[in-house]
């Protein structure tokens, strides 16, 4: 399984950006999928996760947004009202099973990161 993740970049507070992550395989449908996120000097924190049902981080539920269209083997996780503090490099990954996990040893593969940055 590969991962490839894309989408981010250098955004003002309050505004929006979008993150892809495009799966390998062909069970995409049948795994479930989340995204992390790293700060300089923090651990790898979780975002949002996805199988038939998703789940959040407190700190970004009302604010983002995580879904999949299979038929496209991706992923997204759709990101509005921007703070600075959501800065960080964002990794989807997933696991070779459908159920929930909310840390990252919870999760067998790993894309490559994309940088977000939150500024004005």
């Known amino acids: 399984v590969q991962l490839q993740a894309s989408g981010g970049g250098l955004e003002q507070p309050g505004g929006s950006l979008r993150l892809s992550c495009v799966h390998s395989g062909q069970t995409f449908s049948r795994y479930v999928m989340a995204w992390f996120r790293q700060a300089p000097g923090k651990e790898r924190e979780f975002v949002a996760a996805m199988n038939w049902v998703t789940r959040y981080a407190d700190s970004v539920r009302g604010r983002f947004s995580i879904s999949r269209d299979n038929a496209k083997n991706t992923a997204y996780l759709q990101m509005n009202s921007l703070k600075p503090e959501d800065t960080a490099v964002y990794y989807c990954?997933?696991?070779?099973?459908?159920?929930?996990?909310?840390?990252?040893?919870?999760?067998?593969?790993w894309g490559q990161g994309t940088q977000v940055t939150v500024s004005s």
């Open positions: 990954a997933t696991a070779g099973r459908i159920t929930m996990a909310t840390t990252a040893d919870g999760y067998a593969y």
